[in-house]
């Protein structure tokens, strides 16, 4: 079975300074991975994803995110903070092959503050 | 171009009472997930519909039920409520030969 694990429930960063949420992930096959943000009382914005080929992915809002199969992780990172970046974050990875059809298994999210 | 569209947005139901949730998906996607979010956690799998089936389901009880009508659009029903089915309710919308999925806004469901 896949899962996801995110290490860090909260992570605080100054505005400006460089930020990365930890995610690694477990996976029978090669993996497809995703990072999704969430403001309160909202669905889920997908931000990036890696499917296969480098392993630094770009996104939405300057986002980027770096893959290592060797330490099956996808951290999420963005060189400079911005106060609006402050969401819940959330890595998931979706299944493929034999019967399963795209589900997403989630982390357990992870709360980043970024203080003016 | 709408994205996926949910509905209601919020829903407030008495314990045992049923209910019936709602979801448009994104332009030219065919497959509909369901997950169920509690508060503090991260969303889960609930069951994923293509070609008006049922597909895939996670590890939710029968009380838990969906349909898919030909225009692609889903309905999420949830019988015999309980307190502990009080959560937000994601659905997903994406293109079964493309990579990804599309979430909604939610539906919060509380049980009192």
């Known amino acids: 079975a896949q899962s996801v694990a995110q290490p860090e429930d909260q992570v605080n960063v100054a505005e400006g300074n460089p930020l990365t949420v930890k995610c690694t992930y477990s996976?029978?096959?090669?993996?497809?991975l995703f990072w999704y943000v969430q403001y309160p009382n909202r669905g889920l914005q997908f931000l990036l994803k890696?499917?296969?080929?480098?392993?630094l992915v770009k996104g939405s809002y300057g986002f980027e995110a770096e893959f290592n199969k060797s330490q099956t992780s996808f951290h999420l990172k963005k060189p400079s903070a911005l106060v609006s970046d402050s969401a819940l974050y959330f890595c998931?990875?979706?299944?493929?092959?034999?019967?399963?059809?795209?589900?997403?298994?989630f982390g357990q999210g992870t709360i980043l503050t970024v203080h003016p | 171009d709408a994205g996926v569209t949910q509905s209601p947005t919020h829903l407030i139901k008495t314990r045992g009472q049923q209910v019936t949730l709602r979801c448009s998906p994104k332009?030219?996607?065919?497959?509909v997930s369901w997950y169920q979010q509690a508060l503090g956690q991260g969303p889960q799998f609930i069951f994923q519909?293509?070609?008006?089936?049922?597909?895939q389901r996670g590890n939710f009880p029968d009380r838990f039920s969906g349909h898919q009508f030909p225009n692609y659009s889903s309905e999420l029903n949830v019988n015999a409520l309980l307190l502990g089915d009080s959560a937000l309710y994601l659905c997903?919308?994406?293109?079964?030969?493309?990579?990804?999925?599309?979430f909604g806004q939610g539906t919060r469901l509380t049980v009192v």
């Open positions: 332009s030219g996607h065919d497959t």
């Open positions: 996976v029978s096959g090669n993996p497809y």
């Open positions: 519909y293509y070609e008006e089936e049922e597909r």
């Open positions: 998931a990875v979706r299944d493929f092959g034999g019967t399963s059809y795209g589900k997403l298994t």
């Open positions: 890696y499917i296969t080929g480098d392993n």
């Open positions: 997903a919308s994406s293109r079964t030969v493309l990579i990804g999925a599309f």
